[in-house]
């Protein structure tokens, strides 16, 4: 095949994302980071004309140092508190200056949301300030080497959490506690589903108001697997309904993806260092506690979804 007919076949290829890269090569994420696969889709969907408030994580280390930048869009580099609230201001800031077109998007790693910028995020979403938050979830404090947070999941080894005295407990449910405010858009997506997150943040992007979005994000670093398998691993937390991708848009649940045949937690387990140390017991107990959570979903589903109005 000539070049031309190599083009030419690359015209018919049809694209189901974005084309524009906003986000560029050369960032400093470990190979196969789910974080940064996350920040490049995100950007894809919400364009240019976003204005991003990181706090302490990975991605503030991601984008490269000052005046060198990957993103492609503006960063304030918060403190690791204050994603909520930065995002907040850029939000009245832009208000009073009467830019209507402009995004402004709160990221922040699961550290920084489910634990230690909670407080500034519960603020927000109940003033309703107008913004996107996105919570990129990588399961531990990665950037200061692999510390628990209450996001990792029950069995996981960190490094605060050792083989010996591995994470013991369930993660926090972020999802309903954003839900608990009333806020007009929560939802789960995935890196390993670009398509589906993509549309989600479109959505967000036209809705007034505070919008939580809770992006999973496997970082092969901390979860001691390898990097070519990052978007495999992910696919498989759906596809075992470890991690269900839905979403309640004013107070109604839609499961985005139902699994006709989930995958076997152990399964997706199998595939990472950090779980290496667990017997059978305790995987069975895995996927019992799976299993719960899903049914009581499927119930949210029912009790509060399109169908039960
Ligand atoms: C007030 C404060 N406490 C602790 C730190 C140290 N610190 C910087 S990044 C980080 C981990 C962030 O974890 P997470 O939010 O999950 O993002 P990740 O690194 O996993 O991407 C910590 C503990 C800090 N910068 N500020
Ligand atoms: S430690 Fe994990 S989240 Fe952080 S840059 Fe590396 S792969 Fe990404
Ligand atoms: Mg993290």
New binding site residues.
Partial sequence: MNGSDTLKKQKKIKLTLPEEEIMSPGHL??Q?????LAMRYALKALGRKTITSIPAC?WA??DGPFPYSAAGVPIYHCAFETAASTSSGVSHALQQLGKTDITALAWAGDGGTFDIGLQSLSGAAERGDHLIYIVYD?EAY??TGIQRSSATPHGAWTTTTPVKHYKKGPKKNIMEIMVAHQIPYCATANIAFPEDLIKKLRKAKEIQGTKFIHLY?P????WKHSPDITVKIARLATQSNVFPIYEVENGIYSINKKIAKPQPVSEYLKLQGRFRHLDKTEVDFIQKEVDRNWTRLLKMEQAFGKDSE
């Fill in positions: 994420a470990c196969g980071c789910g974080a940064a990975c280390v991601i990588n990665m950037n994000a970082c092969p670093t901390g």
